[in-house]
């Protein structure tokens, strides 16, 4: 969990200095909230890992196509709230938070990928 604060607080870094450096139009002034949605999954889905990891991994494969769904599901369901409350400038919203979905996607399955290596 502690290398997801610290690729959050680098994230919110590179977004808070972003509009500084001349990047403003590529950055939505909801991007906060994004990073602090994604920082409220990888929470969630370390927890579930968790407990996949449990019990010489029996139940690991439940666990983890669980977490992609309910990722997925939230995911969805925090992009159609801000989408329904009528938000400025959707594209680059959009282009914003599937920028971070695959960053985290790629950082947890890159972390996953690295504990089962080892611990085979």
Do not use: Q
């Not at 690729?7 to 870094?13: C, E, N, S, Y």
């Not at 200095?17 to 920082?39: D, E, K």
């Not at 890992?49 to 939230?74: A, Q």
Request: proline share 2%; net charge positive.
């Amino acid at each position: 969990m502690l290398r997801s604060l610290l690729l959050t607080l680098l994230l919110g870094i590179v977004f808070f200095l972003a509009p500084t450096l001349g990047f403003a139009a590529w950055v939505h002034p909801t991007a906060g909230y994004m990073i602090l949605f994604f920082l409220g999954i990888s929470f969630l889905i370390h927890r579930l890992m968790e407990y996949g990891f449990r019990n010489k991994r029996d139940k690991f494969v439940e666990f983890y196509l669980s977490t992609v769904v309910i990722r997925l599901l939230l995911c969805i369901v925090f992009v159609g709230v801000f989408l329904y409350r009528g938000i400025e400038n959707a594209p680059v919203f959009i282009a914003n938070f599937f920028a971070l979905y695959l960053f985290y996607t790629i950082f947890e399955i890159y972390h996953l990928y690295r504990n089962l290596r080892r611990d085979s």
